[in-house]
T-cell receptor, first 116, second 112 residues
Framework: GAGVSQSPRYKVAKRGQDVALRCDPI?????LFWYQQALGQGPEFLTYFQNEAQLDKSGLPSDRFFAERPEGSVSTLKIQRTQQEDSAVYLCASSLAAREYTGELFFGEGSRLTVL | KNQVEQSPQSLIILEGKNCTLQ??????????LRWYKQDTGRGPVSLTIMTFSENTKSNGRYTATLDADTKQSSLHITASQLSDSASYICVVSGVYDYKLSFGAGTTVTVRA
């Protein structure tokens, strides 16, 4: 597709369930980011991939969060044993360049996770 | 402490009127500042990107200004339309910092 695609758009999980969120970036984009956006707040950095390499995962809030991009294209964010505080919109963004400093960053529409 | 502060938190304006949103940041050393528009339930979409040497940049009815000395930016919306109702997010990047610092956004509601 022409843009960044995320699925599912909406996910409701019971506390303790595992969830997997998918991001399909723009073809050829080297950089891929995951952000967490709480209601009424700006996005918060979770992790960064340059191709298949996860160069920075300092924003992942706990070891229940895991992200991968095994072939340098599609990425999956997995949350194990979900907690209510994990409820948020998870945004994926990609850019053509590595370590995006000044260029365009393209966002997907996000996956809204609600943990009951 | 958030390195990017936006004001006001929200505002309501009548269709056809102008408005100005503010962004103050402490990110240093500074590389660039971006303004994004985020419609409800959608991902952010870029409006403008400015480096430290740029003072103003326009995108249609949106005009962004930057004062790198005072670390302030503004986004001016001219002749607002109903479709301008959205959250506007200021994003600042430090030199060699790819993580980006996001403000909490200003929610703009345009009423007929």
């Amino acid at each position: 597709g022409a843009g960044v695609s995320q699925s599912p758009r909406y996910k409701v999980a019971k506390r303790g369930q595992d969830v997997a969120l998918r991001c399909d970036p723009i073809s050829g984009h080297v950089s891929l980011f995951w952000y967490q956006q709480a209601l009424g707040q700006g996005p918060e950095f979770l992790t960064y991939f340059q191709n298949e390499a996860q160069l920075d995962k300092s924003g992942l809030p706990s070891d229940r969060f895991f992200a991968e991009r095994p072939e340098g294209s599609v990425s999956t964010l997995k949350i194990q044993r979900t907690q209510q505080e994990d409820s948020a919109v998870y945004l994926c963004a990609s850019s053509l360049a590595a370590r995006e400093y000044t260029g365009e960053l393209f966002f997907g529409e996000g996956s809204r996770l609600t943990v009951l | 402490k958030n390195q990017v502060e936006q004001s006001p938190q929200s505002l309501i304006i009548l269709e056809g009127k102008n408005c100005t949103l503010q962004c103050n940041y402490t990110v240093s050393p500074f590389s660039n500042l971006r303004w994004y528009k985020q419609d409800t339930g959608r991902g952010p979409v870029s409006l403008t990107i400015m480096t430290f040497s740029e003072n103003t940049k326009s995108n249609g009815r949106y005009t962004a200004t930057l004062d790198a000395d005072t670390k302030q930016s503004s986004l001016h919306i001219t002749a607002s339309q109903l479709s301008d109702s959205a959250s506007y997010i200021c994003v600042v990047s430090g030199v060699y910092d790819y993580k980006l610092s996001f403000g909490a956004g200003t929610t703009v509601t345009v009423r007929a």
